[in-house]
């Protein structure tokens, strides 16, 4: 009943709100997003499965096998990045995105169909899990550090927000304002007084010689 095909098996890493579940699964898929949208079930049946609690000081926990629900997982990522084949290809434009899934945050790749507006191609994006290539993630909620890594299969339900975004580098212009701050002001006409002419009147600020002969 559990007997497993060695070629049949994908490692994968699945995030919850609360837990890092690693483990291998028996499928006739490659790809992590066909395995997730693809289950017969609403769930997973992992083998030599871990889970490790965020915050919580206790090794991680192992079993042979756990059944995960999928409506639980945030999103999971492949231990083994897989190519897909030529003839699956379906010629799709990518797109920077920015998706935050409480308590992570995901920058990465979406793929949108081809001629159509973004708003259009948004719409149409309704996998229940959506891959996002090229992405990052972290979580200052959890203190996770932020990873990079070449997919990550995003559960649709569970995340809040799912836009476009560029990233802007902070710095940018600080130079050129820093060096115009660098230089010297240079004083205006108004503060620099005028030499008097000679045998003219000296400056008010000068006292007459009267007083100072006293």
Known sequence: MFAMSAGNRVAMILYTDAYIIRGTVATRHRRITDILNGAEH???VLEDATMDEFGSRELAQRTEYAQVNLGAVLFAVSAEPVEPLPELRTPKIPEQALISIPPFKITGRIHLLPERSLADALEELTGTFVPVTEATIWSDVVSESRQTVAVAAVNHARAQILAPF??????????????SGDRPAEPSVAEVPDRPEPGGAEPDSIPPDDDLIG
């Open 42 to 44: 609403q769930f997973l």
């Open 166 to 179: 560029q990233a802007a580098d902070p710095w940018a212009g600080l130079q050129e304002v820093r060096s």
